[in-house]
Every structure is written in C-alpha cells, then in structure tokens.
C-alpha cells in the first residue's frame, strides 16, 4: 500500500469513528468492536482513537475500553460502574454475559449492599476486569446468554440466592417475584421454566410456588422435575407465600 493509499485510509476511517462516536450519548463506554471497524482497519483505528483522546473527545478505562465522557457544570463526569462493565458484556455485538450477585441484587433494589467485586455470568467466556475500583470476577451461567434471555436469568439467579442476597426483607423480595413474573408474557413464562429446568431443585420448586400462587395451577414439568420427599428451607411460610407447604418450602 502507498503512502497516499495509507493516509486515504486513515482519513476514512478516522471520520467513519468520529460519525460513530458523535452519535453516542454522553457517558456510554465501548470497545473497538462497536465502531464497525474492519480487520484491515484496525492499525488505521488505533491511532484516529489515540489522536481523540489527545484532544479529550474521549477516554480510555482499560486497555481496548474508551468512553464518551459526560459534561456537567461541575466538570467531566466518569461512567457508572455498570457502563463501565457494559462492554465486556457482549462479543462481536451480541450480548453472552450478564452482571448476577449482590451487584444484580443491589440494582433490583433487593439489598443495599454494594459489592467490592462484581459476577458476570457467561457460559462460553470467563471475563475478569481490574480497572481502578471496578473489580469483576466470572462465573458459569446454566444456559447460553443472549440479549433476549438474560432479563429472565435474572430472576431465575434471584431465586437461587434468595436465602443469601445480603439484608433482603422476604415479603419484599417475595413481592418483586411476584410483579416480576405478573409483568412478562406467558410465551416468557414458559421460557422461564425452560431456562428453570437447569438450574438446581430448589429453583424450580420456588418458581413452580410462585407460579402457582399467581396462576391458581401447578407447572407439571416443574413439579415432574422435583423430588417431592425433599424439603427446601427458604425461611419462608405460608403467611409468605400461600403455596410454600404444596412444594415442599419452608
């Protein structure tokens, strides 16, 4: 390639950032991977991103990870710890993680701990993130994360922390089930109890009381699914959740 061939291609590619970087909200964090950047232009890439940052367009959080930073009469304002942890999210686009743990807890307004290190959960990647006070650590997700299931795997890790989610007061957590599974279609529902059959007995025997406290029917599969001589010790009475004793939770 000649040197005007080069500087041709830099100058596009530059441009083609900029256009993508001046479309994104203020305080949003990405990766060389949201740019629609080519293999062919990533050398051109590095240095348009460096030559941003030299004039404070944006900044970098770690290495392969820049943001947008947000303006305020108070000065630049650094992205939130979930903005931050967004990228390592997805792969080439798509999403194949998600955040669970106390982290997830706290945001669902279920506890008011606030973790030193954060879980993200991926069956087919293990991510680690050090990036100044953002600590992340991985585990194993039961099923395939995509953008269209991770909400419901959300609710499925609440039930299987419930009796671990640090100051949660059940009849609250409880409550959020219940709106929370009131809220989403029964296509939805019946994808949550698919996602429910990995997960440990203890999961779908609290899903399957749930369900049928709002529903007024037992889930066969999940009933199926379950040793019906085991007892699962949620702390949780019948004062709580009606149908408790019918799947064997106390």
């Known amino acids: 390639m000649s040197?005007?061939?080069i500087l041709v291609l830099l100058m596009k590619v530059a441009k083609k950032i900029e256009r993508k970087i001046k479309r994104m909200p203020e305080g949003t964090?990405?990766?060389?991977?949201?740019?629609?950047?080519?293999?062919?232009?990533?050398?051109?890439?590095t240095k348009a991103i460096e030559r941003l940052i030299g004039k404070?367009?944006?900044?970098?959080?770690?290495t392969g990870v820049f943001y947008k930073p947000k303006k305020t009469v108070f000065g630049e304002l650094r992205p939130s710890e979930t903005e931050i942890i967004k990228p390592y999210l997805f792969e080439q686009g798509k999403r194949n993680a998600y955040i669970t743990g106390t982290a997830l807890y706290n945001n669902l307004g279920l506890t008011t701990q606030v973790p030193k290190t954060v879980k993200i959960a991926s069956r087919s990647k293990r991510?680690?993130?050090?990036?100044?006070?953002?600590?992340?650590?991985?585990?194993?997700?039961y099923v395939d994360v995509t953008e269209e299931n991770y909400y419901l795997l959300e609710i499925l890790d609440v039930l299987k922390d419930f009796t671990k989610i640090p100051d949660l007061d059940k009849k609250g957590g409880i409550l959020f089930l219940q709106n929370k599974l009131r809220s989403i279609t029964g296509k939805e529902i019946?994808?949550?109890?698919?996602f429910a059959l990995q997960y440990p007995?203890?999961?779908?025997?609290?899903?399957?009381?749930?369900?049928?406290d709002i529903t007024g029917l037992e889930n066969n599969s999940?009933?199926?699914?379950?040793?019906?001589?085991?007892?699962?010790n949620f702390g949780i009475n019948k004062e709580l959740l009606e149908t408790a004793p019918n799947w064997n939770i106390k």
């Open 29 to 45: 964090t990405f990766k060389y991977q949201q740019l629609d950047i080519e293999a062919k232009e990533y050398g051109a890439a």
């Open 201 to 212: 007995p203890r999961v779908r025997t609290f899903l399957g009381a749930l369900l049928t």
């Open 56 to 62: 404070g367009i944006i900044k970098r959080v770690t």
């Open 127 to 141: 991510i680690y993130i050090s990036s100044g006070s953002i600590k992340a650590k991985p585990v194993k997700s």
């Open 190 to 194: 019946n994808r949550l109890i698919n």
């Open 3 to 5: 040197t005007e061939q």
């Open 222 to 232: 999940l009933k199926q699914s379950v040793n019906p001589l085991t007892t699962y």
